[in-house]
């Protein structure tokens, strides 16, 4: 029983294969060559059963919506997992709401109404995801980093990580 429920840790990592150009993200890396991307303890606990199974229900519109906007599903996957570990109830404490933990005015800014509905909530943390891109460009360090704290707080540090506490330790190590 207590194997079955654990705090759905949410390190990310990535691979680029070479040959193909492919890139590739997990949180169960199985060979040397990815490298850990973001670092996260989400304090979420769920178990694995659950979190696979909203996983899956969510794929098709996260695939829909990755399509929609030019973006990578397997990001978008990774970027939930690490923001709500597929809770679309999951409320931070700062106010961050639903599976891409959208704050107010970030939700207002991309015309999402109701943060706790995941199609909409997918949609607007994606179209912010594609709009972060724009701006760092394929530094994805910095994209995540942006999600997270705010792409103002980015732009602040000289477009480096923010000398924030919780997102220094998300990238110790890579």
């Known amino acids: 029983m207590l194997a079955a429920v654990s705090s759905a840790r949410a390190d990310v990592y990535k691979f680029t294969d070479r040959s193909s150009g492919h890139v590739y993200y997990t949180d169960r890396p199985s060979h040397s060559g990815y490298r850990l991307l973001i670092k996260t303890f989400s304090g979420v606990t769920v178990t694995y059963r659950e979190l696979e199974k909203n996983r899956r229900?969510?794929?098709?519109?996260i695939d829909a919506v990755a399509s929609k906007y030019g973006l990578d599903p397997a990001l978008l996957h990774a970027v939930i997992r690490a923001e709500s570990g597929y809770n679309s109830r999951a409320v931070s404490p700062k106010g961050a709401v639903g599976l891409m933990q959208l704050m107010p005015d970030t939700a207002s800014r991309y015309g999402v109404s109701d943060r706790h509905d995941p199609n909409a909530?997918?949609?607007g943390g994606a179209r912010?995801?594609?709009d972060l891109i724009g701006m760092f460009g394929a530094n994805l360090k910095l994209v995540v980093a942006?999600?997270?704290?705010?792409e103002n707080a980015v732009i602040r540090h000289g477009n480096q990580i923010p000398l924030i506490?919780?997102?220094?330790?998300?990238?110790?190590?890579?």
């Not at 229900?57 to 519109?61: D, I, S, T």
């Not at 942006?146 to 705010?150: C, L």
């Not at 506490?165 to 890579?174: A, E, I, K, Q, Y």
């Open 121 to 123: 909530n997918i949609e």
């Open 146 to 150: 942006a999600y997270n704290a705010g």
């Open 165 to 174: 506490r919780r997102l220094r330790s998300m990238f110790r190590g890579c």
């Open 128 to 130: 912010y995801l594609r």
């Open 57 to 61: 229900l969510y794929a098709p519109v």
